[in-house]
């Protein structure tokens, strides 16, 4: 008895018939089944004559044309790889031999025992292969060849002598085997659809994780339902970070020490900005940038970033190795007030902010101390009542000149 393995390894040799590397994979699959389909068909049609002209019936040679016509066909397919070519034959091939080689010589739909049926297969194939409009046209074909050969022969045809017991056979076999054969196609192309579709459903959800980790949610969404974002916000809070004298640091590492370096600082700044629900917007060199407020308006933007910041600094002292020779600290500004949010650009984009509170909240973090956190007067004010803080004095700031500052050191007792 022959084992499954050699069932699949016929399988895959008929797939092969035709293939070229240069395939999709759609095209692949395409080229697979309508071979199956062909090869399927060959060995019920040289039943089908044989049968005919075992009873003395010479309608019987028309099953061998359709079986010299397909497997020729498909003997130049393997040569040409003319996919177009191979389909538009089978196609003519299957429409044609059973109704008009069958059908109308034996004398109509009854007489033929309904052999005509078999050229349901072309609409179907050309469904399965060819754009519904071009299926149509198959369709409308399989019905006018179907009706012109079985009223041809009942008027232009006598009966064939043939045994009622046969005709009534040939009956049950054609509906059977046709549609057995349809069956099995639409199954075979039902299993590749739904492969297909899972496949696809896997790749919109990496899509769609791909999108979330470089834009918020709601922007998202409001992306891919082809709105423009663009949004003012009242009040916000801005956050910027940036690891000191990291240039030398740098230079004093290999590669994958500096990359590792970041990658390290950096996720873990990532687990703190989930945690408390604020919006990573973007990472530029060794400065990360954080915004709360924004793309969702929260009353306590100013606390979340103050509390992010805090925890920041530990981070940073705990991604070197203790055993380390270099130190490591961060400068950090943070800057209250009104944004402009939006998305720019159609390649490489992302969620960006603009406004005076980001620009001071940039001048916190560059003219900061390092190892502390750096804060505006709109900030302090926000936070004054829950969280301790040091006057700085006045900075001189670009652009704004002398502005008062302060420091902020830590929630006041009995705060959270």
């Known amino acids: 008895m022959a084992r499954p393995g050699w069932f699949a390894g016929r399988a895959a040799a008929l797939a092969r018939i035709g293939a070229d590397p240069r395939d999709g994979h759609e095209l692949r699959q395409k080229k697979a089944l309508l071979v199956t389909l062909a090869v399927l068909i060959l060995p019920i049609s040289a039943l089908w004559g ?63 025992g309904g052999v005509g049926l078999w050229g349901i297969l072309a609409p179907l194939g050309a469904l399965i292969f060819l754009e519904v409009r071009q299926a149509v046209r198959w369709f409308v074909a399989f019905l006018a060849v179907f009706l012109v050969t079985g009223i041809a022969g009942e008027v232009l045809f006598s009966n064939a002598d043939l045994p009622v017991w046969f005709t009534s056979t040939m009956l049950a076999a054609n509906v059977v085997g046709a549609g057995s054969v349809a069956f099995t196609v639409l199954a075979v192309f039902g299993h590749q659809r739904n492969v297909a579709l899972e496949a696809l459903r896997v790749e919109q959800e990496k899509s769609e994780a791909l999108l979330l980790n470089v834009l918020p949610e709601p922007v998202a969404a409001r992306l891919k339902a082809g709105q423009t974002v663009a949004d003012h916000f009242g009040a916000a809070s801005i956050l910027f970070a940036d690891v000191v004298d990291f240039t030398p640091l740098s230079s004093r590492l290999d590669a994958r020490e500096v990359v590792g370096l970041l990658d390290r ?38 606390h979340a970033l103050a509390g992010l910041a805090l925890e920041m600094s530990g981070c940073a002292r705990g991604c070197l190795p203790t055993d380390s020779e270099h130190d490591l600290s961060l400068r950090i500004g943070i800057s209250s007030g009104p944004v402009v949010a939006g998305v720019i650009g159609r390649r490489r984009f992302l969620y960006d902010l603009w406004g005076d509170t980001v620009n001071m909240a940039s001048r916190m973090e560059s003219h900061g101390i390092p190892g502390e956190i750096q804060i505006t007067r709109a900030t302090w004010e926000l936070l004054r009542d829950d969280f301790e803080t040091h006057p700085l004095g006045f900075a001189d700031v670009k652009g704004k000149g002398a502005v008062e500052t302060w420091r902020l050191v830590g929630p006041r007792n009995g705060r959270p």
């Open 50 to 112: 044989v049968l005919y002209l075992s009873l003395g019936s010479w309608v019987g040679v028309s099953p061998f044309v359709y079986f010299a016509i397909s497997l020729g066909s498909l003997v130049v397919f393997a040569r040409t790889r003319r996919f177009d070519v191979l389909l538009v034959t089978q196609l003519l091939d299957i429409i044609l031999m059973p109704t008009a080689g069958g059908q109308m010589l034996v004398g109509g739909f009854l007489p033929s």
């Open 265 to 302: 600082l950096f996720t873990s700044f990532d687990e703190l900005v989930d945690r408390y629900g604020v919006e990573k917007i973007k990472t530029i060199g060794d400065c990360y940038m954080v915004a709360a407020g924004v793309p969702r308006e929260r009353p306590d933007h100013a």
